[in-house]
């Protein structure tokens, strides 16, 4: 570790190759120092350089999937054109039947957990149901007895803004 002076309250490092090493006042030496005190520690290093080796072969990896897209695409691209009558209904069809067999999906599961939530056999999420709830009917409590507490004064008050009404 590089030895350090101080002078009073204040540690200066030394700058190697430097004529004067006990006090530092040039923009060089403050800037060595900010450096110093800012840099990575070596385990951030081989975090540094394990994202950037990863990161790079990823990008790789992208590059060659889309080169690979665009080659394949324009190789096959007449067999689209000349197939694509059969294609479009096709893959409406496939598409009408995934749609609708999700939509099924979905309902079926609701159904079963509501089932199971109103026999109390309590699925997942029914706690945060259960508190939701619970804070709506508190805010709707709260607003009621707001609504009664003020109602009549804001009644009044447009009374007497509008005395012939």
């Known amino acids: 570790m ?4 101080s002078r009073g309250d204040t540690q200066y490092w030394p ?5 004067n090493t006990t006090e530092r006042t040039s ?3 403050s800037l ?7 840099s990575p520690t070596s ?4 975090g540094f350089l394990a994202l950037f080796i990863s990161g790079g072969i990823l990008l790789f990896l992208v590059g060659v999937t889309v080169t690979a ?6 190789v ?9 009558p059969v294609w479009i209904p096709v893959f409406i069809g496939v598409g009408g039947f995934l749609s ?11 159904l079963s957990w509501a089932y199971r939530y109103f026999r109390g056999r309590h699925p997942v999420g029914s706690d945060q149901m259960d508190y939701a709830r619970g804070r709506i009917f508190d805010t709707a409590s709260h607003v009621k007895d707001y609504a009664r507490e003020y109602g009549g004064y804001f009644h009044g008050r447009a009374k007497d803004a509008a005395p012939g009404a």
């Open 2 to 5: 590089a030895e350090t002076f």
């Open 15 to 19: 700058i190697y190759g430097s004529s």
């Open 27 to 29: 923009p060089y030496a």
């Open 32 to 38: 060595l120092r900010l450096l110093r005190s800012h």
């Open 43 to 46: 385990s951030q290093l081989f």
């Open 69 to 74: 897209v665009g080659i394949g695409f324009v």
């Open 76 to 84: 096959f691209l007449p067999l689209i054109i000349i197939s694509s």
């Open 100 to 110: 609708v067999a999700g939509f099924v999906v979905g309902t079926l599961a609701v």
